[in-house]
């Protein structure tokens, strides 16, 4: 089982120095890849008094493509992933040409992790239609694809028109890997269909279990092999007892993921020191395992 690391977005500041120290020690480490969330904007609390999401204005987020465009002049092995971009909420063209960038200057280290988003304040400032997000990013997906491996694209679908047209650099991947995140039963579909890998809202319970169970049979209606699809689950080892990591890192290797990622966002870590501790020792114990 592989592991990468996701990038302490709220918790790590806007020094590009840690920035780079922790990429570079994350890529020290042997970890395979380092994943970012994105948001472009948050929330004002105070003038959306429902507000129930995660993040708001005070969440500090390093918009995904230009941090990897950083990382790729600093790192040399590690792979850069999102997980995910916000895909329906961005322009379809803009974002391959963008990931299509990270990719030639990381020499094809770009992974593409999409998903549909939850904050309608941030569809909105940005001009796109949230409630049609998820029919949206099926086509999207296509596009992608098409504009990541055809030198001239030509494309009608219902939301997008490419006529005669085509990104120049192409990206090292033709195409860049495009992977999923999500838990509601539409995007296990999607998953099961069109995702080269699957990023797992799930919980080590028997719920967990059977979430990713059901991909898996999904992709056997879809004439695929399960074993095709990569899952990359998720755990935070700043949040439960050292004696627990290698239990963690087992029951997601007998699960069936394929790869793990270690959170430290929500520690309340106050320097990078802190993160780069707990990925150290978390990659010791888990190599004993996965």
Known sequence: MKLGVIFPQTEIGDDAGAIREFAQSSEELGYEHILAYDHVLGADPAKHPDWGGLYTMDSAFHEPFVLFGYLAAVTSAIKLTTGIIILPQRQTALVAKQAAAVDVLSNGRMRLGVGLGWNRVEYEALGQEFHNRGRRVEEQVALLRKLWTEESVDFEGRWHTVSGAGLNPMPVQRPIPIWMGGGADPVLRRVATLADGWLPQAQMDDAGRQHIQKMCDYSREAGRDPADIEICARTNPARIPESEWAAA??????????????????????????????????KEVADSVA
Request: glycine share 8%; net charge negative.
């Open 249 to 282: 890192v087992e029951w997601w290797k007998e699960t069936g993921a394929t790869q793990l990622d270690a959170v430290t966002m929500g520690a309340g870590y106050t320097s990078v020191d802190q993160h780069i501790d707990v990925i150290r020792r978390f």
